[in-house]
């Protein structure tokens, strides 16, 4: 049986800053890891742990920061959670302010934006592929007129009217379903 104690402030936000920064896909990951820590070292019990779950899952914001919160709160009254926010969004917040710099200076290197550019219009060579590879049945078939005649409707309605490619694709799939079906070698 662990027996339970407190940790110092400064364990506190070491083991927070660990737990919470070494995670990737959201908060119930670093609190698992925070439950683990804390109930081996003695620093929670479970019944603490299902109260700080519970309430951060209940109050509005980010749920690890909240548990981070709760508990400093248990461990250290107002300091601990100074500590446990601190060392639980401080690490991350630095990596992505380093990140953003980082991004904008690339953003202004000559090489980068072509290079951005390049990727731009591939994708966009993609897309006209995958859209000529699915109408050309139609288009060179025996629906030729039906086809183009589709085609040139949708691209009325969104280049004329300002529509949204959804509200098109909706409009194309209510008028596909009232279509007849094609006929085998048509």
Not at 72 to 91: D, I, K, Q, T, Y
Not at 110 to 136: E, F, K, M, N
Request: with cysteine; aromatic share 8%; net charge positive.
């Amino acid at each position: 049986m662990v027996k339970f104690s407190r940790p110092t402030l400064a364990a506190l936000g070491w083991r927070i800053a660990a737990d919470v920064n070494r995670t990737v896909g959201g908060g119930l990951a670093s609190i698992e890891l925070m439950r683990q820590a804390f109930s081996r070292t003695g620093w929670l019990r479970d019944a603490d742990h299902a109260l700080l779950v519970a309430v951060s899952r209940f109050t509005p914001g980010t749920n690890v920061l909240a548990y981070c919160a709760g508990v400093g709160w248990m461990a250290h009254g107002a300091a601990g959670v100074a500590v446990a926010l601190v060392a639980s969004s401080l690490p991350s917040a630095v990596l992505i302010t380093l990140a953003s710099a980082i991004v904008v200076r690339l953003a202004s290197s000559p090489v980068v934006r072509l290079v951005l550019a390049a990727a731009t219009l591939l994708a966009a060579g993609l897309v006209l592929w995958s859209a000529w590879a699915l109408l050309r049945p139609h288009v060179l078939g025996s629906r030729r007129l039906w086809a183009s005649s589709t085609v040139l409707v949708a691209l009325a309605l969104f280049l004329g009217l300002g529509w949204t490619p959804v509200r098109v694709l909706l409009v194309a799939a209510v008028w596909g379903a009232f279509l007849p079906p094609r006929e085998n070698g048509s």
